[in-house]
């Protein structure tokens, strides 16, 4: 079950990256500054999901492919979590908006 949800984690990582591609600028600032701890748990999330993937019986043994994903994933999760966070942060604070206008 814990291999399962590694590769869930690792499979939102790469998901994540798509939200990299998103120029568009926050249209207000974002309350609380959640930067530090979304980001610190992207590395601990990608750093268990890398472990948990390298040590699955069957897998290759290349180096190389061990290291990038050793590397990659705490990148992704690290940069990808704050960024969701903002983002999520703006819809929630657009709709409480909206609800009280209307």
């Known amino acids: 079950m814990q291999t399962i949800g590694a590769f869930l984690i690792a499979l939102f990582a790469f998901g994540l990256s798509a939200m ?11 309350g609380p500054d959640l930067d530090w701890p979304f980001g610190l748990l992207g590395i601990a999330m990608g750093l268990w999901a890398a472990n948990r993937i390298t040590s699955v019986p069957g897998t ?3 180096r190389l492919g061990r290291v990038a994903l050793w590397i990659m994933l705490p990148l992704l999760l690290c940069f990808g979590l704050p ?18 206008s209307s």
């Open 83 to 100: 960024k969701l966070g903002s983002q999520l942060n703006e819809a929630i604070s657009f709709g409480a908006e909206a609800r009280r």
């Open 60 to 62: 290759s043994a290349g």
């Open 20 to 30: 990299f591609l998103d120029r568009t600028p926050l249209l207000i600032d974002p």
